[in-house]
């Protein structure tokens, strides 16, 4: 469920590419300082956008550390240190995986989630304690969608994706330094990527869980018919996609109305260019 909100590379200036990157590099070593070098491979271009969106509304310079790292040991990479957005995207980027790979488990009974969740565990004990409302939220609001998912009576597309959408709302409007003023906006724009998010993965996923017999929201909501999944995905693909065009509109109207000190050609790319193009290559 995490991977989607990229910048659309071909439309962003080289300096602004060289900064996500720095962003995104700079979240992997916030991981390492903050929670040790295992956690690192969790690290994803959601909580990316988060730190880069939090970032851009305070009206201070980024630090910036060039170095090796280990993944790319012969290449000097740049990387934003010493950044309390980066700090908490790195909380989110371990609460998230960690209660989702534990769901995993109980729903896959995969041996590879369990191993992974085994590892993170020691890890979700060195969340700040400043942070514990906003993981108890992450793990309520996950366990709020999951037992929706297991649900026999039928629900909306709205009502299904609510939650994790709440979610993402939430935790982009709890930011500790957030100012009061954004507050609403970063709610609505954290609901409408949160619901993004949710139904896209459902589509990417869904000849996949159609395979295999796994839940899936949009087949189980949409597919009362018991179609194939060629003939379902071309029946229902139109519908989909306007869903996931309102919610990226509705994002980017949100955007308009924040006083964003730095990041703005970033955020603009990938929330007017970027969401629209990932839709672009799952609807292939």
């Known amino acids: 469920m995490f991977g989607y909100v990229t910048p659309s590379k071909g439309e962003l200036k080289i300096k602004d590419y060289e900064k996500f990157k720095a962003y995104y590099c700079g979240l992997c070593l916030s991981i390492k300082k903050n929670y040790g070098h295992i956690p690192r491979f969790i690290v994803n271009y959601d909580m990316t956008f988060v730190a880069i969106l939090l970032d851009a509304l305070e009206d201070k310079p980024c630090t910036l550390y060039t170095g090796n790292c280990i993944a790319h040991p012969l290449k000097k990479r740049n990387f934003i240190i010493n950044n309390s957005a980066l700090d908490y995207a790195s909380f989110l980027n371990v609460a998230l995986v960690y209660f989702k790979l534990t769901d995993d488990v109980k729903d896959d009974k995969s041996k590879l989630s369990s191993l992974s969740a085994f590892f993170l565990k020691n890890y979700f004990k060195k969340f700040p304690s400043d942070l514990k409302n906003h993981s108890n939220l992450i793990k309520e609001k996950l366990n709020e969608l999951y037992k929706l998912e297991d649900e026999k009576r039928k629900i909306t597309i709205d009502e299904l994706s609510h939650p994790f959408a709440e979610l993402t709302a939430l935790v982009l409007s709890s ?12 709610y609505t724009l954290g609901y409408n990527l949160g619901k993004w998010i949710y139904i896209i993965d459902a589509f990417d996923d869904l000849e996949e869980d159609m395979k295999k017999g796994k839940f899936n929201a949009i087949n189980n909501i949409f597919n009362t018919d018991n179609l194939e999944y060629k003939e379902f995905k071309a029946y229902i693909k139109d519908r989909i996609d ?3 065009v309102t919610s990226a509109r509705a994002c980017f109207e949100c955007i ?6 730095t990041n703005k050609d970033i955020l603009y790319n990938i929330l007017q260019l970027g969401l629209l193009e990932k839709m672009e290559r799952v609807f292939v």
């Open 256 to 261: 308009n109305k924040l006083s964003l000190k």
């Open 242 to 244: 306007f869903i996931l």
């Open 175 to 186: 930011y500790p330094k957030l100012n009061t003023d954004h507050k609403d906006t970063m």
